[in-house]
DNA sequence: CGGCTGACTTAGGGAAACCAAAGCCAGCTA
DNA sequence: TAGCTGGCTTTGGTTTCCCTAAGTCAGCCG
């Protein structure tokens, strides 16, 4: 089991958290529309206007992220208006959000100029990044990583 | 500029870094390819099997990779064995990794039974995760994350 | 009750991404 | 020098994603 690495032709493709997460985020409008929906977006012609898709896409990827349970899909009504429907992202969709910062971080190094939006830590005002831990409390360089085969292939 | 979330028609679709990381890899066979990439694979034949993808594709996404400067193509060769080319990670794609690992933590929950790979702390063997942190050194939970304005900004 | 607005859906079409099958070329190996 | 293998490229076709333009439907407003 040492070197399961090396024999990765098994598992590579079967069963990976990875894939599995890109079936259903793997796609850039739908991840568009999350980052819209942690900005606090919830009106179908917003959603639209601010990802800067057409209606029909945007209706399309709405009622899969509802089917998929990363939004909640739910009627309410400002006063004097009529009752309309609203998406809010659920627990499941709101622990994307470490996705979405982690792509803000590399395309504030590498891909813009000047970043549009910075994230503060409400209760101190500093800086949000990603960063990677252990369970210890360790921080965890790239370098420092190991992979180690997980219970899906332990029965192999 | 107290409430520029409520003005963000003008900004949302603009200059926003995670639109450009995701011009970058926004496709699910660039980031497979990236995952291959940090597992330690090198050679064409096994990014195309091991992604799942043809060849045609792998060429493709690959030559892509090298022109955005995730990969770093170079001759090497085996003893016995004629000059052949290899795909090795640059800092650019390395830095990529916190946006694989939050993927994998995210599938993880939602999207697979038993992970194939967990991640561990090569020091201390406990399990890696994602996480938000402020330059404070603070754990910053998700409702405790403030948007704020960045330089892209000021000018307006 | 007729218009307007928000929230979609339908229709028609183009571009991008994928596939399988086959071809090409360089350079060991026999 | 004739094959074999790795690393691609070419060809032709399908699916997915996106577009614009137009239509639908509900319900508040006059």
Chains 1, 2 share one sequence.
Not at 22 to 34: E, F
Not at 44 to 65: I, T
Request: aromatic share 6%; net charge negative; proline share 6%.
């Amino acid at each position: 089991m040492t070197d399961f690495l090396a024999r990765r032709d098994s598992w590579s493709t079967a069963n990976c958290s990875i894939a599995g997460a890109l079936d259903v985020v793997g796609n850039r409008t739908t991840l568009l529309l999350l980052r819209e929906a942690s900005f606090g977006t919830r009106r179908f012609d917003e959603f639209a206007r601010r990802v800067g898709v057409s209606e029909p896409v945007a209706a399309a990827r709405l009622k899969q992220l509802v089917a998929d349970g990363l939004l909640d899909r739910r009627p309410y009504r400002e006063p004097g208006q009529r009752t309309r429907d609203e998406y809010v992202l659920t627990d499941k969709g709101r622990d994307l959000l470490p996705v979405l910062a982690a792509l803000r971080e590399w395309g504030d190094t590498y891909a813009v100029d000047e970043p549009a939006v910075r994230l503060a830590h409400h209760d101190c005002g500093a800086a949000v990044h990603v960063a990677l831990r252990c369970a210890a409390g360790h921080d965890v360089p790239a370098d420092e990583v190991d992979l180690l085969p997980g219970p899906g292939l332990l029965p192999s």
